[in-house]
């Protein structure tokens, strides 16, 4: 089997951005929507794909990349939200027209996702969410998905399916009665409350709740932490999943009972969806844009090895009079291109 590079990991993608640091070893996934900020269809395959990119990343290289990869991290692009979750706008017009297969289909590559970064993609990596604005629905089970949780304080989060008569059916029953408790678990789902960061870290949902505006501070503190013992903290990580023990067979069981209460939806129940809906699209009307060029880009180092490809460029050496981590120098000579690509 072919060995794999890390630029192959690192491609473009439409509703996701990509990013290596190797000074932590990360993969960032930031989440890049067009529109809402919420988990397009097109968002989750990317995500998938993007999954199942560094799981071959590291079976080709017998698990021992030379380029190492030890924390994958999903963050958002939008300011002021992580994620509101579904596609709401979708569900409103498959119930309407009974499309249970297009339903049944998108809340699959929902669990699809939310497994393999439950099981941390079965790769000795630790997933991590970076929660620095609201998490709803669909969006805060992303987030419970990650073995460690970082929120800034006075950050809204929350599942309010309830409020227009369903549930969360893509893993936030499963997810919060392994670290809660049923009852608990029950008592955030079906109160379809919105809690603040600081309330779900005093729950132990929250793994470590950040000063505001200083999320970013509070995950490299942690990595520069955990890499010191990065074996033993691994074991375990992997010793509570074991303990735990997710299993895909009941997430999809919890999906189809999600699919057929969705199909049971009354015209009242769609005419509340529809109205989060436009809230949800006009409290992001501006957000989406002024955020795009808010990250850092798509490789951040101090350590990298020369040539790589980026943006479908060639860059061959850093050639900033002073390092930082916002740009490369790029060499876009097209015959060097075309020789490396072929």
């Known amino acids: 089997m072919k060995k794999m590079n890390i630029t192959s990991i690192l491609r473009e993608y439409e509703e996701i951005t990509i990013r290596y640091d190797s000074d932590t070893a990360a993969i960032w996934c930031y989440f890049n929507p067009k529109i809402r900020p919420s988990f397009t269809m097109k968002m989750l395959q990317e995500m998938y794909d993007l999954q199942l990119s560094v799981i ?76 620095e604005g609201t998490a709803l629905g669909g969006g805060f089970e992303a987030a419970l998905s990650s073995d460690i949780l970082i929120a800034e304080e006075g950050v809204k989060m929350g599942l309010p399916e309830i409020r227009f008569n369903l549930f969360p059916g893509m893993g936030a029953y ?93 015209p009242k129940d769609l005419k509340v969806m529809n109205k989060l809906t436009k ?8 957000t989406v844009i002024k955020a795009r060029t808010k990250q850092d880009r798509r490789i951040a180092t101090k350590t990298i090895s020369y040539p790589f490809l980026y943006n479908k460029q060639l860059i061959t050496s850093d050639r900033r009079e002073h390092s930082d981590r916002r740009g490369l120098s790029l060499l876009s000579d097209k015959k060097t291109q075309d020789t490396t690509n072929s």
């Not at 809230?279 to 501006?286: D, E, G, R, T, V």
């Open 56 to 131: 071959e990343y590291f079976q080709t290289n017998d698990m021992q990349p030379e380029v190492p990869i030890r924390y994958f991290i999903i963050a958002s692009q939008t300011s002021g939200v992580f994620n509101y979750g579904g596609d709401l706008n979708l569900f409103s017009q498959l119930i309407t027209n009974k499309k249970r297969q297009e339903l049944y289909d998108y809340a699959k590559m929902c669990i699809d996702t939310i497994y393999l970064n439950a099981l941390n993609l079965n790769l000795p990596i630790t997933t991590i969410a970076l929660i």
């Open 174 to 266: 499963s997810l919060l009665a392994r670290s809660l408790g049923k009852k608990e678990a029950e008592e955030i789902i079906t109160s379809g409350k919105i809690y603040d960061a600081q309330t779900l870290h005093e729950k132990g949902v929250v793994t470590i709740l950040a000063k505001p505006k200083k999320a970013k501070e509070a995950l490299d503190e942690f990595i520069k932490g955990d890499a010191k013992s990065f074996n033993g903290m691994q074991a375990i990580r992997n010793a509570r999943h074991r303990y735990e023990h997710l299993e895909y067979a009941e997430l999809l069981d919890i999906t189809k009972i999600w699919v057929d209460a969705a199909l049971r939806l009354e």
């Open 279 to 286: 809230i949800q699209s006009i409290k992001s009307n501006n």
